[in-house]
């Protein structure tokens, strides 16, 4: 069982940066994707940022130029920079980890944490 903590949510004010942080553990699939979705109010949940282990990412349109995805495979850790973040951008933000055991896709996420963009 993998198990998710994000940090690094909170207020800002329109054009301020943030940056959100999510460690894994339990993880021990080496071919794996870490990412972040977020589910604005009253809205789906919807990918934001994906990174798999080969380094490879995919950035939803609204992000793109904006908002960078890393990670350090040592540590199991994914993270989102999020710079210029704006009204629409206010959301709960999911950290997903994602793995093929015994040849099943299988996802995982954290408990969320809350994004607030407001003047």
């Known amino acids: 069982q993998v198990q998710l903590v994000e940090s690094g949510g909170g207020s800002v004010q329109p054009g301020e940066p943030l940056e959100l942080s999510c460690v894994a553990s339990g993880s021990d699939q080496t071919l794996n994707i870490m990412g972040w979705y977020r589910q604005p109010p009253g809205k789906e949940r919807e990918e934001v940022a994906i990174?798999?282990?080969?380094?490879?990412?995919k950035y939803t349109d609204s992000v793109k130029g904006r908002f960078t995805i890393s990670r350090d495979n040592a540590k199991n850790s994914v993270f989102l920079q999020m710079n210029n973040l704006q009204p629409e951008d206010t959301a709960v933000y999911y950290c997903?980890?994602?793995?093929?055991?015994?040849?099943?896709?299988?996802?995982?996420w954290g408990p969320g944490t809350q994004v607030t963009v407001s003047s």
């Open positions: 997903l980890y994602r793995d093929w055991r015994n040849r099943v896709m299988t996802d995982f």
């Open positions: 990174m798999g282990s080969d380094g490879s990412t």
